[in-house]
């Protein structure tokens, strides 16, 4: 099982940034996928999750609104599309298969990618 995220990059406050994580050696169309995020000296934390039919997501409230999850299953990726950018959304943005339990939680997830740091500064 491979998942490679990139996309990330430097960027002012308030730009736009797309994620992507492609996956391979799973059953991608049947998995959950998620994004988490580590700023430094920081835990990792929640920031988005996309159900395996592409018909639920949900965001932590400090992205709501902000930021949008998605897939393309023909392509076996994931997306984190992240507008309106704050210094604070800093961090190493990593994907995740989900594999049970609460979405929130770290533990819940089985494979995860590399990560790919986002740095929002002016």
């Known amino acids: 099982v491979q998942l490679q995220a990139f996309g990330g990059g430097l960027v002012r406050p308030g730009g736009s940034l797309r994620l992507s994580c492609a996956a391979s050696?799973?059953?991608?169309?049947?998995?959950?996928m998620g994004w988490f995020r580590q700023a430094p000296g920081k835990e990792r934390d929640f920031v988005a999750v996309?159900?395996?039919?592409?018909?639920?997501?949900y965001y932590s409230d400090s992205v709501k609104g902000r930021f949008t999850i998605s897939r393309d299953d023909a392509k076996s990726t994931v997306y984190l599309q992240m507008n309106s950018l704050k210094p604070e959304d800093t961090a190493v943005y990593y994907c995740?298969?989900?594999?049970?339990?609460?979405?929130?939680?770290?533990?819940?997830?089985?494979?995860w990618g590399q990560g790919t740091l986002v740095t929002v500064s002016s």
């Open positions: 050696g799973l059953t991608f169309r049947h998995s959950d």
């Open positions: 995740a298969r989900f594999m049970g339990g609460r979405y929130y939680s770290s533990q819940s997830y089985d494979y």
């Open positions: 996309i159900t395996w039919r592409g018909d639920n997501t």
